[in-house]
């Protein structure tokens, strides 16, 4: 009855088979991107429920008998309420989680060379993505405004100020004036909840509607398959009902996971961290921002100078060139290693021993920038730390291309013999 | 074809639709972005009660700045060679840039480029804001040889020898953290003489 209704004007029908019978080809890697999806939509629904409680001021009030800024009790009160510490550390294990999946998806992409023609565009918005995810994680890092929440803002703060000619400028913008300011945390709040999730859905559906038109690179398997039947068309299984069933209990899954993780796993301690006291103590960020703050700790303090009347200090290297060479690098990957033809299916990681090892090489040098951050507890000193990085990174570049090379020699052979 | 028969008339009479529509188009976007910029003015503000101005006058007397007796004066017999607190000035610790590392060594521990002239037995004062990017820095105290005691910045590792002028030993800092005069005054609390000898925090 409903959905004859329905039928009768929206034509679901019509839109059934056109797009809910659309083929999804399975393969376990397959359900990264998904994980990111999901984790994102968890994080808006706990969003919603930690925004109708959160208060984005730092006027002081009274908690307890202490004075601390509005927002941070507002968040001690949010801790305290039944299952209110359980949403916000399931709001915060999803951000990191959703990060986690954006980075495996896109490994999966790299190393099965997905992004070859004609899919150049959908990895630049994917890697949009991972940095919109990102940002969004950092601005959520200041709203309960913690000791922990002013110390790493306050770093980002002069990281975006000492970018050369505009940072002065870039600064005052993002954070309402010279932080700490009043108006620091609405802008944050503004940003955290409405401008960058905003942003997130509009990209997510342009990787989403580039998807549907470019359809799914296929597992290497299903070209055997067609060959042998003779047939052209994708292969896999319906997006409804199987891929829907699938993707379902896969959330449900997921969210039963991040639920454990939350009742068990502390994370951000605000009531441990305080209310912002005069005294730094040792902070690490989380996990993927360990690349840069390890980065940051190796540039030389004397590594000053002036191009054209902009400053370039330790922290534009550590806090601005060396993130955006990151990430122009790998926004150059789908333009490096092109192809004419147009490529649909999966590359094995194994028949590409330039562009695996690469990728092999550029794992390690980031996991080594993410141990430099640890250098204090480790006793090692910035220097030494260098060359470590320098040196496993160019070991694991060239083993790695030399094994591969050797592997497909072996390979040739086997295949003339 | 009409579209070049067209276009090749106009050419000799000059003005034409599309170019007219064209030069609309250029002249609204330039407008639209014009007004932009006054915008992007108005969203970055110059100053809102931020920034690294510090308002320490000679005479002020140092309190602690946190702890159980934050906002009362540190005594000179409260402190032995190797130990250092955090202090404000009396009554301006709302404004961060005026906090300082007030660290107490052996009097003769003190080498250039420390300005003696700005110690007072053994009391020594640096700004306690790091100079990489704005954290406060730690005291890392070594009980069995005091004089081996040093600051550390914990967020990037930054590490300043207190008894050489704050110089970097290591990490990322850029330039020593800047020095401020004190004086044990008769009452047995320290004062301040004078103001920061250098830029204070991050130097971007």
Known sequence: MVFKWLDERLELRKFKEKFLSKTFPTHPTFLLGETALFSFITLVATGIFLGFLYEPSTTMVSLFGAMVPAAYASVVRIDLLPMGLIIRRIHHWSAMIMIAAILAHL???????????????????????WGTAMIGAFT???????????TATSIAYYMAKSMPWIGNWISRLLFAGDFPSDGTVPRFF???????PATLIG??????????????????SNRDRKEAQGGKRL???????????????????????????????????IEMYGPPSPGTPVMRPDWYFLVVYGFLKLVPGDL???ILGGKITPETIGGVIFPALNFLAYALVPFIDRSKEPQHYMANPLHRPF??????????????????????????TTKAMTVYALVATAAAWSVSYALLRWYNGKRGNNAKA | MVDGNSAKETGKEGLTRRRFTLGMLIASIAGAFGSLFALLKVLAPEKKGGGYATTILPGDVLVYAQGGSAGSPVTASSMKAGDAVLAYP???????????????????AFKPPTDISLTDKGFVAYSAICTHLGCTVSWMANRESPAASFTECFCHNSIFNPAEGAKVMGGPAPIPLAQIGVKVMQDGTLAFTSDFKGPIGPQV
Not at chain 1, 190 to 196: K, Q, Y
Not at chain 1, 210 to 215: E, M, R, T
Not at chain 1, 246 to 253: P, Q, T
Not at chain 1, 355 to 380: E, K, N, Q, R
């Open chain 1, 203 to 220: 990209l997510i559906s342009l990787h989403m509607l580039i998807l549907i038109k470019q359809k799914h690179t296929e597992p290497r």
């Open chain 1, 140 to 150: 959520g890092y200041l709203l309960p405004y913690s000791q922990f929440s002013v």
């Open chain 1, 304 to 306: 000053v100078f002036t």
């Open chain 1, 355 to 380: 562009m695996t090892s690469l990728g092999v090489g550029a794992i390690v040098f980031l996991c080594m920038m993410a141990v430099a951050g640890y250098i204090d507890v480790l006793h090692i």
């Open chain 1, 190 to 196: 503004f940003m955290h909840v409405m401008l960058i």
């Open chain 1, 107 to 129: 490994l999966r992409v790299y190393f099965t060379a997905s992004y070859r023609k004609p899919r150049e565009i959908n990895w630049l918005v994917g890697l949009s993505l």
């Open chain 2, 90 to 108: 009396t009554g301006k610790s709302s404004n961060p840039a005026n906090l300082v590392q007030l660290i107490k060594l052996e009097e003769a």
């Open chain 1, 235 to 269: 292969i896999g299984i319906p997006i409804w009902p199987e891929q829907a069933v699938i993707s379902l209990s896969f959330f449900l899954f997921l969210l039963f996971v991040v639920v454990l993780m939350a009742a068990y796993i502390p994370l951000n301690p």
